[in-house]
């Protein structure tokens, strides 16, 4: 049954349906440290293939079941929602986000694509929504019904108990409103879930939020990292230990790493790796994202790999601007950009996000002069193994020299 005007209606698997809490037997998500001294990653897969989540329409195989099931079981444990809740930065950005563009919510009807304890949903219907659908596939769901009960949200907040591509909505919605970015932006390719409802279910002229996100990569220079990690093998207690070094490296930088750096690790202007337009990307475009890149060192200094970071902008219908590439290009994109636009930056230069950066360091540091060029192509895929892993392709060139590094984000 609809709550509110009545009108529209819901299937699927509506929460207020669904009996008792999470499974206690589950295993609790599993926090892990990336490579070196980086920090959790968001949410991790295990190989668990034991879940009551439903199968994926759109890729139906046993693979992609457990995959999912794995990912959904990372978000029914409170720690993740905590974690997310208490960036202040970040959830602070959408709850005034929703505020300053209330006058395209009110009275309006909004669906939150992984809704988690409701938060989103919650301010949408403080912002005055006629009606939101608190979508979630994770047990959290639960929970989020019961946030909302305690609000007296009932009639405003549905929430809805599975994947997005699976509820049954059956009206079109005015709102999308979904917090779906992972590490190094694409990292957990939920994006793909937000443009399934928006095909499905945005009216034209409707609202995303965010609207945009842009992907950014820059040369950086650590080396207090590089000699915590490395050159400390060099020696230990006064003996020689220079043969732990190709396994030190190994395991410290094989794979990205997700850290804080600063705006002093940063050896020049970023380059764009991927600009997103929500109301027009395709699920396709974001299978493979490559990108060249060219960079002029300002300074003298090694090079110990590049740093990536996003951020994403909540633009109304009337804040779109033709001029943005040419902002994001201007050296000055992130000042330009916040005249105009509410931005959620996890530049190193802000303030700290649990998202962080992400560093892909070489095992070897160069040694860069200033004005010295570095040049190549990334390339980020979803990997076949699953398609919520990332895989990286980085190829890089600097004083005649070329190099290439493939990891995989898991
Ligand atoms: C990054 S969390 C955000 C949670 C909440 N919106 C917030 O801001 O705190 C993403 C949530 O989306 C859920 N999710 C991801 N893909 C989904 C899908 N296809 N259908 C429903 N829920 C999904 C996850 O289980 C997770 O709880």
Same mark, same amino acid.
Request: glycine content about 6%.
């Given at each position: 049954? %609809?709550?509110?005007?009545?009108?529209?209606?819901?299937?699927?698997?509506a929460?207020t349906r669904?009996k008792g809490g999470?499974?206690?037997a589950?295993?609790r998500?599993?926090?892990?440290?990336?490579?070196?001294?980086g920090?959790?990653?968001?949410?991790?897969?295990t190989?668990?293939?034991?879940?009551?989540?439903?199968?994926?329409?759109?890729?139906?195989?046993?693979?992609w079941?457990?995959f999912?099931?794995?990912?959904?079981?990372?978000?029914?444990?409170v720690?993740?929602?905590?974690e997310?809740?208490?960036?202040?930065?970040?959830?602070?950005? *959408?709850?005034?986000?929703?505020?300053?563009?209330?006058?395209?919510?009110?009275g309006?009807?909004?669906?939150?694509?992984?809704?988690?304890?409701?938060?989103?949903?919650?301010?949408?219907?403080?912002?005055?929504? !006629?009606?939101?659908?608190?979508?979630e596939?994770?047990?959290?769901?639960?929970?989020a019904?019961?946030?909302?009960k305690?609000?007296?949200?009932? &009639?405003?907040?549905?929430?809805?108990?599975?994947?997005?591509?699976?509820?049954?909505?059956?009206?079109k919605v005015?709102?999308?409103?979904?917090?779906?970015?992972? *590490?190094m932006?694409?990292?957990e390719s939920?994006?793909?879930?937000?443009?399934?409802?928006?095909?499905?279910?945005?009216?034209?002229?409707?609202?995303?939020?965010p609207?945009?996100?842009?992907?950014?990569?820059?040369?950086v220079?650590h080396?207090?990292?590089?000699?915590?990690?490395?050159?400390?093998?060099? &020696?230990?207690y006064?003996?020689?230990?220079?043969? %732990?070094l190709p396994?030190? !490296?190994?395991?410290?930088?094989?794979?990205?790493?997700v850290?804080?750096?600063?705006?002093?690790?940063?050896?020049t202007?970023?380059?764009?790796?991927?600009?997103?337009?929500?109301?027009?990307?395709?699920?396709?475009e974001?299978?493979?994202?490559?990108? !060249?890149?060219?960079?002029?060192?300002?300074?003298?200094?090694?090079?110990?790999?590049?740093?990536?970071?996003f951020?994403?902008?909540?633009?109304?219908?009337a804040?779109f601007?033709n001029?943005? %590439?040419? &902002?994001l290009?201007s050296? &000055?994109s992130?000042?330009?950009k916040?005249?105009?636009?509410?931005v959620?930056?996890?530049?190193?230069?802000?303030?700290?996000?649990?998202?962080?950066?992400?560093?892909?360091?070489?095992?070897?540091?160069i040694?860069?002069?200033?004005?010295?060029?570095?040049?190549?192509?990334?390339?980020?895929?979803?990997?076949q193994?699953?398609?919520?892993?990332?895989n990286?392709?980085?190829? *890089?060139?600097?004083g005649?020299?070329?190099?290439?590094?493939?990891?995989?984000m898991?």
């Amino acid at each position: 049954m %609809m709550p509110g005007d009545g009108s529209g209606t819901v299937t699927g698997t509506a929460i207020t349906r669904h009996k008792g809490g999470p499974n206690p037997a589950r295993p609790r998500r599993r926090r892990r440290r990336a490579a070196g001294r980086g920090g959790s990653l968001r949410v991790l897969f295990t190989s668990s293939s034991s879940s009551s989540m439903p199968v994926d329409r759109v890729s139906a195989s046993p693979q992609w079941a457990a995959f999912d099931a794995a990912y959904f079981q990372s978000y029914s444990h409170v720690g993740i929602h905590e974690e997310m809740i208490k960036d202040h930065v970040r959830t602070d950005t *959408y709850r005034t986000a929703i505020m300053r563009l209330q006058n395209f919510i009110s009275g309006k009807v909004v669906i939150d694509v992984g809704c988690g304890t409701g938060i989103l949903s919650i301010f949408c219907a403080l912002a005055g929504a !006629k009606r939101v659908y608190a979508v979630e596939a994770s047990d959290i769901a639960v929970q989020a019904n019961e946030v909302v009960k305690t609000n007296n949200l009932s &009639d405003k907040v549905i929430v809805l108990h599975g994947r997005v591509e699976e509820v049954t909505i059956e009206e079109k919605v005015d709102v999308i409103i979904s917090e779906w970015m992972g *590490y190094m932006l694409v990292y957990e390719s939920m994006l793909g879930s937000v443009i399934f409802a928006r095909d499905k279910w945005l009216k034209p002229g409707g609202l995303i939020l965010p609207s945009h996100a842009t992907l950014y990569m820059a040369p950086v220079t650590h080396s207090d990292r590089y000699s915590e990690s490395i050159d400390f093998w060099r &020696d230990v207690y006064g003996i020689d230990m220079s043969a %732990m070094l190709p396994l030190a !490296k190994q395991c410290a930088f094989e794979e990205p790493s997700v850290e804080t750096i600063t705006g002093e690790n940063v050896l020049t202007w970023p380059s764009v790796v991927k600009y997103v337009d929500c109301y027009n990307v395709s699920a396709q475009e974001l299978e493979i994202i490559t990108a !060249k890149y060219r960079f002029e060192s300002m300074m003298r200094a090694p090079l110990h790999g590049f740093a990536f970071w996003f951020d994403v902008e909540f633009n109304g219908p009337a804040m779109f601007s033709n001029s943005h %590439m040419n &902002d994001l290009y201007s050296h &000055d994109s992130s000042q330009s950009k916040r005249k105009e636009a509410i931005v959620l930056s996890t530049a190193p230069e802000d303030a700290p996000t649990h998202w962080q950066q992400t560093l892909l360091y070489f095992f070897d540091p160069i040694d860069l002069q200033q004005d010295q060029v570095i040049e190549g192509s990334v390339t980020l895929s979803q990997s076949q193994e699953n398609p919520r892993f990332l895989n990286i392709h980085l190829e *890089y060139s600097s004083g005649g020299r070329s190099f290439v590094k493939q990891s995989v984000m898991r």
